[in-house]
Each structure stands twice: as C-alpha cells, then as structure tokens.
C-alpha cells in the first residue's frame, strides 16, 4: 500500500490549448483530468521501463 510519503507532488505549466486538449480526452475517458494526467504518466513511466 502506497503512503503519502511515496508519492511526490510536481507542478507542471502546460499551454491552455494542451489542457482543453487533455481535458476533452479525459472526459471521453470518464475521468478528471488529475485522474488522466496520472494515467498516461504511469502508462509511459511503465513502457520506457520495458
């Protein structure tokens, strides 16, 4: 189980057309767009790591 001190908070700072964009994708996914931005992270995190 993950506790809060493995988890580390970072600020990113994207174009307001980037985030319309990830916006509209995460609702198509049904989640927010906090929910998805994490999901593709991870998602990338685990196919560089192969």
């Known amino acids: 189980m993950e506790t809060k001190e493995d ?3 970072k600020e990113v ?3 307001e057309l980037i985030i319309r964009k990830l ?3 995460a609702a198509k996914e049904g989640r ?3 929910n998805y931005m994490e999901y ?3 998602q990338q995190s ?3 790591s192969k």
């Open 23 to 25: 916006e509209k994708q």
């Open 13 to 15: 700072h994207l174009d």
């Open 32 to 34: 927010s767009l906090k």
């Open 40 to 42: 593709i992270l991870i």
């Open 7 to 9: 988890k580390f908070r």
């Open 46 to 48: 685990q196919k560089s």
